[in-house]
């Protein structure tokens, strides 16, 4: 990174980070610059910031400049900004620059040298790093609300909402989270961790705290993450149904963005986004399943805006790792608030669950985790043949069919609504075609296959959500997490899993309540014998503290160290399955050919395809107001999706990011590959940028800092630091381990040391 050594020099970075940002620093309505602090501050401040002006005597006679004064749409000053060379911490100079900013009037400073942003909202907390200088908006609307902020208790907690045109009732534990929430929020907390079950309406709950925020003056921008699309609909509908008067929308991958107050993203979209944005545009940043979100290259869409962040999880606090605790400010294994799975159950607001016995159990031993993990089609070709899928779906068909009507009473027709976890692409179309066979009368309706390369997948998902058919879904990655379907009866787990996260996540595809058929009860058909492994039982529910792995069988895992395994993600295939399975019939391609093909495909399809020669016209434009005109509309967007996700190539999001190794790429960003137009991050900079998302979740001293860069430089050389790098050149010459085990303790630079490893530095050359 390039290094400025005088203070002019930072200026010239800090221009242009000023014009990212939407301010113009020739406008003298907006920027000044060298603002002399003598000036008699009654002459630029108004009634409405005399709260910020420090009129003691002691300051009146202090001489000064501010190196930049930020000026709102009436001229009065917004913010200070100190401008440091590179070799200056821009932390230290604090003291420096408060004085000037009280004197002039400014409610806000940034201190920066280019490099490092420090925002500091000096009369509410200290000053921390950020990733972008606020813009004029940004900083006008944070002014506005202190202005019109009142207590959270002054806001009584609703005891019933509207939901699907029902009135529903507030549950005991819903109200506890609201206040958990309220009296950190208070105490000056920024970040929040929130554990609440599968199916116990976490959505639900953060729309109705959303309500409250903003009734409270604590927000008027939000943005709502999630790695679903699924959950981005689910989320759009709930909003718009509990709090229908604030404006929401589902910022998609091609569009413009909208200036609502609420804004749905998927993860992976913001990936490629975020940079759209200034650090200061959203309020509150809402993360759901947030555990998936504090790793390498998903860390930077989140850790960029710097806001109120709530995270929600389904998953066990045992089983998340310590970054993301230590992202919401949380002690290890302690989110915020935690309603128990057990609770749940008890109080009859989830379904419990029970296993089908007596099935033919296809494999309890002997697997090894990598024939899953790093090949399944291996895995399938190995454990399962016509046979074992034949036997696995004519049980489960005539159990289900028995034993309807006793898990639920109201349920018309058999068997009720029902799952297949399948283990690729190729198999859920074998289990899909024997389930059809079972039931010749359905004509192919009975079980369809739900994965990316089906076409109408969001078709059938309705379909099978609100139509009598299909009843059955057979789907690999798609309904395992994210989906919502409350009359689901039955769950076949015809694949093994060794990730307790995606097991509890799978699981809890069935315990959403269904009062309209009078749900009691689901089961699960465990063909391979996953509750066994993880002492599961209708009696003593594998959670976080009760069950557990087998006695006997530790749940190890052999090979590279790769975090979003344990995750229950499908991201192994990014980095360690050298194919893509493709098409219904899951036919295995190389990854190198099928980018050869896909890039050739898109460049011959320039010539005549309108939308390809729209997206190539977006991004060759450089005025703002003709880049619109060529910008893609949703319904565009859906067609050219579906134009390219044709049966002869199956070009697709999914497939495209494993084909690509890249799990936050969408297909305009792949679009604009193939046509050279998209810059591709070098490794330096993809490092740099998990780098700066990772510090912004610390709060490390400005000599931590300088080393944990030294580190950084050298992690970005070798893909990883180790202790032993401490004591060889270069680091050793700058006497690299004494320095580090004098900031940081012996124990705490270890510690360091493998959460870098762990959060920035990509995890592909480990495996490549």
């Given at each position: 990174?390039k290094?400025?050594?005088?203070?002019?020099?930072?200026?010239?970075?800090?221009?242009?980070?000023?014009?990212?940002?939407?301010?113009?620093?020739?406008?003298?309505?907006?920027?000044?610059?060298?603002?002399?602090?003598?000036?008699?501050?009654?002459?630029?401040?108004?009634?409405?910031?005399?709260?910020?002006?420090?009129?003691?005597?002691?300051?009146?006679?202090?001489?000064?400049?501010?190196?930049?004064?930020?000026?709102?749409?009436?001229?009065?000053?917004?913010?200070?900004?100190?401008?440091?060379?590179?070799?200056?911490?821009?932390?230290?100079?604090?003291?420096?620059?408060?004085?000037?900013?009280?004197?002039?009037?400014?409610?806000?400073?940034f201190?920066?040298?280019?490099?490092?942003?420090?925002?500091?909202?000096?009369?509410?907390?200290?000053?921390?790093?950020?990733?972008s200088?606020?813009?004029?908006?940004?900083?006008?609307?944070?002014?506005?609300?202190?202005?019109?902020?009142?207590?959270?208790?002054?806001?009584?907690?609703?005891?019933?909402?509207?939901?699907?045109?029902?009135?529903?009732?507030?549950?005991?534990?819903?109200?506890?989270?609201?206040?958990?929430?309220?009296?950190?929020?208070?105490?000056?907390?920024?970040?929040?961790l929130?554990?609440?079950?599968?199916?116990?309406?976490?959505?639900?709950?953060?729309?109705?705290?959303?309500?409250?925020?903003?009734?409270?003056?604590?927000?008027?921008?939000?943005l709502?993450?999630?790695?679903?699309?699924?959950?981005?609909?689910?989320?759009?509908?709930?909003?718009?149904?509990?709090?229908?008067?604030?404006?929401?929308?589902?910022?998609?991958?091609?569009?413009?963005?909208?200036?609502?107050?609420?804004?749905?993203?998927?993860?992976?979209?913001?990936?490629?986004?975020?940079?759209?944005?200034?650090?200061?545009?959203?309020?509150?940043?809402?993360?759901?399943?947030?555990?998936?979100?504090?790793?390498?290259?998903?860390?930077?869409?989140?850790?960029?805006?710097?806001?109120?962040?709530?995270?929600?999880?389904?998953t066990?606090?045992?089983?998340?790792?310590?970054?993301?605790?230590?992202?919401?400010?949380?002690?290890?294994?302690?989110?915020?608030?935690?309603?128990?799975?057990?609770?749940?159950?008890?109080?009859?607001?989830?379904?419990?669950?029970?296993?089908?016995?007596?099935?033919?159990?296809?494999?309890?031993?002997?697997?090894e985790?990598?024939?899953?993990?790093?090949?399944?089609?291996?895995?399938?070709?190995?454990?399962?043949?016509e046979?074992?899928?034949?036997?696995?779906?004519?049980?489960?068909?005539?159990?289900?069919?028995?034993?309807?009507?006793?898990?639920?009473?109201?349920?018309?027709?058999?068997?009720?609504?029902?799952?297949?976890?399948?283990?690729?692409?190729?198999?859920?179309?074998?289990l899909?075609?024997?389930?059809?066979?079972?039931?010749?009368?359905?004509?192919?309706?009975?079980?369809?296959?739900?994965?990316?390369?089906?076409?109408?997948?969001?078709?059938?998902i309705?379909?099978?959500k609100?139509?009598?058919?299909?009843?059955?879904?057979?789907?690999?990655?798609?309904?395992?997490?994210?989906?919502?379907?409350?009359?689901?009866?039955?769950?076949?787990?015809?694949?093994?899993?060794?990730?307790?996260?995606?097991?509890q996540?799978?699981?809890?595809?069935?315990?959403?309540?269904?009062?309209?058929?009078?749900?009691?009860?689901?089961?699960?058909?465990?063909?391979?014998?996953?509750?066994?492994?993880?002492?599961?039982?209708?009696?003593?529910?594998?959670?976080?503290?009760?069950?557990?792995y087998?006695s006997?069988?530790?749940?190890?895992?052999?090979?590279?160290?790769?975090?979003?395994?344990?995750?229950?993600?499908?991201?192994?295939?990014?980095?360690?399955?050298?194919?893509?399975?493709?098409?219904?019939?899951?036919?295995?391609?190389?990854?190198?050919?099928?980018?050869?093909?896909?890039?050739?495909?898109?460049?011959?399809?320039?010539?005549?395809?309108?939308l390809?020669?729209?997206?190539?016209?977006?991004?060759?434009?450089?005025?703002?107001?003709?880049?619109?005109?060529?910008?893609?509309?949703?319904?565009?967007?859906?067609?050219?999706?579906?134009?390219?996700?044709?049966?002869?190539?199956?070009?697709?999001?999914d497939?495209?990011?494993?084909?690509?190794?890249?799990?936050?790429?969408?297909?305009?960003?792949?679009?604009?590959?193939?046509?050279?137009?998209?810059?591709?991050?070098?490794?330096?900079?993809?490092?740099?940028?998990?780098?700066?998302?990772w510090?912004?979740?610390?709060?490390?001293?400005?000599?931590?800092?300088?080393?944990?860069?030294?580190?950084?430089?050298?992690?970005?050389?070798?893909?990883?630091?180790?202790?032993?790098?401490?004591?060889?050149?270069?680091?050793?010459?700058?006497?690299?381990?004494?320095?580090?085990?004098?900031?940081?303790?012996?124990?705490?630079?270890?510690?360091?040391?493998?959460?870098?490893?762990?959060?920035?530095?990509?995890?592909?050359?480990e495996?490549?």
């Amino acid at each position: 990174m390039k290094k400025y050594t005088t203070e002019a020099d930072a200026r010239i970075i800090i221009d242009d980070l000023l014009r990212q940002s939407g301010w113009n620093p020739a406008d003298k309505s907006q920027v000044l610059t060298e603002f002399s602090v003598q000036e008699d501050p009654a002459n630029i401040v108004s009634d409405e910031f005399a709260n910020y002006s420090d009129r003691a005597a002691s300051n009146r006679g202090k001489s000064g400049r501010a190196d930049y004064l930020l000026l709102d749409q009436k001229g009065r000053p917004l913010a200070v900004i100190e401008a440091k060379r590179s070799a200056f911490h821009p932390y230290s100079a604090k003291q420096q620059t408060l004085p000037y900013a009280k004197k002039i009037g400014a409610p806000f400073i940034f201190l920066t040298n280019g490099e490092l942003i420090y925002f500091w909202d000096y009369t509410e907390d200290d000053a921390r790093i950020v990733n972008s200088i606020y813009s004029r908006r940004d900083l006008e609307r944070l002014v506005h609300m202190r202005k019109n902020k009142i207590a959270l208790a002054s806001i009584k907690i609703p005891e019933y909402y509207i939901r699907q045109g029902e009135q529903r009732q507030v549950r005991p534990y819903q109200q506890e989270a609201m206040k958990a929430l309220d009296h950190a929020l208070e105490l000056g907390k920024r970040r929040f961790l929130i554990e609440l079950p599968t199916g116990t309406g976490k959505t639900d709950l953060i729309s109705l705290y959303l309500q409250r925020l903003i009734e409270a003056g604590r927000a008027e921008r939000v943005l709502f993450l999630v790695d679903r699309e699924q959950l981005a609909k689910q989320a759009v509908e709930t909003l718009q149904d509990i709090i229908q008067h604030h404006s929401s929308y589902w910022l998609q991958p091609g569009t413009n963005r909208q200036e609502k107050e609420i804004t749905v993203c998927l993860l992976q979209t913001m990936i490629s986004r975020y940079n759209e944005f200034t650090s200061g545009y959203f309020d509150v940043v809402i993360a759901d399943e947030c555990h998936r979100s504090i790793y390498g290259a998903w860390q930077t869409a989140l850790t960029h805006f710097d806001a109120v962040h709530i995270g929600l999880t389904a998953t066990p606090a045992i089983y998340i790792e310590r970054n993301t605790f230590r992202f919401y400010h949380c002690q290890d294994q302690q989110p915020d608030y935690v309603y128990r799975i057990q609770d749940a159950f008890k109080n009859k607001y989830l379904v419990p669950y029970k296993f089908a016995t007596g099935i033919t159990t296809i494999i309890a031993e002997g697997a090894e985790v990598e024939d899953e993990h790093y090949d399944p089609a291996e895995f399938e070709r190995k454990w399962t043949n016509e046979q074992s899928n034949r036997i696995m779906m004519e049980e489960f068909d005539k159990l289900a069919c028995q034993n309807y009507q006793e898990l639920a009473p109201g349920q018309k027709g058999a068997p009720g609504k029902a799952i297949v976890f399948a283990i690729t692409k190729h198999h859920a179309a074998r289990l899909t075609q024997y389930l059809n066979e079972l039931h010749p009368e359905h004509k192919g309706s009975y079980a369809v296959v739900i994965t990316s390369d089906v076409s109408n997948a969001d078709d059938l998902i309705r379909k099978l959500k609100y139509e009598t058919f299909p009843m059955v879904a057979v789907s690999v990655g798609m309904l395992d997490t994210g989906f919502n379907c409350r009359e689901v009866l039955h769950l076949v787990m015809c694949r093994r899993v060794r990730s307790p996260i995606l097991y509890q996540q799978m699981r809890g595809r069935g315990t959403r309540t269904a009062p309209h058929i009078n749900k009691q009860k689901f089961v699960i058909y465990d063909f391979f014998e996953n509750h066994k492994y993880f002492n599961d039982s209708d009696t003593d529910v594998f959670t976080d503290t009760s069950g557990g792995y087998a006695s006997g069988r530790p749940a190890t895992r052999k090979g590279p160290r790769q975090e979003l395994i344990d995750l229950g993600l499908e991201d192994e295939w990014l980095y360690h399955v050298s194919y893509v399975e493709v098409g219904p019939e899951g036919e295995s391609i190389d990854k190198r050919d099928y980018v050869t093909n896909w890039e050739e495909t898109i460049k011959k399809s320039l010539k005549d395809d309108p939308l390809i020669k729209k997206i190539r016209q977006f991004s060759l434009s450089k005025d703002e107001a003709e880049k619109e005109k060529f910008r893609l509309t949703p319904e565009e967007e859906e067609k050219l999706a579906q134009r390219l996700n044709s049966p002869k190539f199956f070009f697709n999001e999914d497939n495209l990011r494993r084909a690509y190794r890249q799990p936050g790429g969408n297909l305009i960003d792949f679009i604009k590959h193939a046509l050279g137009l998209a810059h591709v991050k070098s490794q330096d900079e993809i490092t740099n940028d998990n780098f700066q998302a990772w510090l912004v979740t610390k709060s490390f001293t400005p000599q931590q800092v300088n080393y944990l860069n030294l580190l950084k430089n050298r992690g970005a050389v070798k893909g990883k630091v180790i202790m032993d790098d401490l004591f060889t050149p270069p680091l050793s010459i700058l006497n690299a381990a004494m320095i580090g085990v004098e900031l940081f303790g012996d124990r705490g630079l270890k510690a360091l040391i493998e959460e870098m490893n762990e959060s920035v530095f990509k995890q592909e050359k480990e495996v490549a």
